[in-house]
């Protein structure tokens, strides 16, 4: 049976289920951060998938990086699977600019988050599942 990790239930607010994948919000609205997780049990690295499902991995990948980009008219998309604090497994797609407070380095570990109040989360989810077409 799968189950969110506690950490990520913590972090982020539900946008969307994909076939594989629950989308979720990343609750700072510094950077627009969306987080993939495929809903299998037990499973902490991409290799560890069925053929079936990396391949159904890379796409919905795909399709939320194409709408972040759509949406935010990002200057480039990262797209990151590192696992070191979470262990389930999990992709980071977050549209970033030249002008974002961490550009060009990552964006883990550069100050405080800050996270949306309810009406911007609930406009935010709204907007990511409309360009996802959800």
């Avoid at 709204?126 to 077409?133: D, I, N």
Wanted: glycine residues 4%; aromatic residues 6%.
């Amino acid at each position: 049976m799968f189950e969110l990790h506690p950490r990520l239930a913590a972090d982020t607010g539900e946008v969307a289920r994909l076939p594989l994948c629950r989308v979720l919000l990343m609750n700072d609205r510094r950077f627009p951060w969306l987080i993939l997780v495929p809903a299998r049990p037990d499973i902490r690295e991409i290799h560890q998938l069925s053929p079936a499902d990396r391949a159904a991995l890379v796409e919905e990948i795909a399709l939320v990086a194409g709408a972040m980009e759509k949406l935010h008219k990002a200057d480039k998309m990262n797209v990151a699977a590192l696992g070191n604090q979470v262990p389930q497994l999990h992709v980071h797609v977050i549209a970033r600019f030249t002008t974002d407070p961490a550009w060009p380095n990552p964006v883990w570990g550069r100050g405080a988050a800050e996270p949306y109040d309810p009406a911007q989360m609930a406009t935010t989810v709204a907007a990511v599942k409309s360009a996802l077409g959800a």
